[in-house]
């Protein structure tokens, strides 16, 4: 797979843009020196305070990490599973993707959920605030493979 790391511009866009673009990108994490890669299937996109499912309805941190720099790492938790968002469009929009579902790739692991795929990759609220283009043990790329998938929305 290419190695081509997404940078902060691909964040810079509205949360639902950014939820399709995201599918087929490559989640990596690197945990004692090897690197795990999994393709994200499954996003959801969150709005402002309008959004009756968005955090940013809530005061406090979460609805302050919404409204940070895109790409920005915000990580929750619920249920006793960390859940992990990637802050989008500009400073001041609180807008957010949830990862919910991946595929992974040179791994075995169920990753079928939000909290599932965070336990699979122990994501956990240490990257909470991070930049996802600047980490070095959590990042996404390109996926080289041109492969074809149907989209399915829901609103």
């Known amino acids: ?26 989640l990596c994490r690197k945990i004692n020196g090897k ?7 499954e996003t959801e ?16 941190d979460l609805r302050q990490t919404m409204l940070m720099e895109f790409g920005t790492t915000l990580v929750y938790g619920v249920h006793n599973n960390w859940l992990i968002n990637f802050v989008t469009n500009d400073k001041e929009k609180a807008e957010a993707v949830l990862i919910r579902a991946l595929e992974p790739a040179n791994f075995i692991a169920n990753t079928k959920g939000p909290g599932l795929l965070t336990k699979a990759l122990k994501i956990n609220k240490l990257f ?6 600047k980490d070095e043990n959590l990042w996404l790329e390109e996926n080289e493979n041109n492969e074809k998938f149907e989209i399915i929305e829901s609103f």
């Open 45 to 60: 996109a969150y709005f402002d305070e309008k959004d009756p499912a968005s955090r940013a309805r809530q005061k406090g």
């Open 128 to 133: 909470h605030k991070k930049n996802i283009c």
């Open 35 to 41: 690197i795990l890669k999994a393709k994200i299937i």
């Open 1 to 26: 797979m290419n190695t081509k790391k997404l940078n902060k511009i691909f964040f810079a866009r509205y949360a639902d843009k950014v939820a399709k673009d995201l599918l087929g990108k490559i």
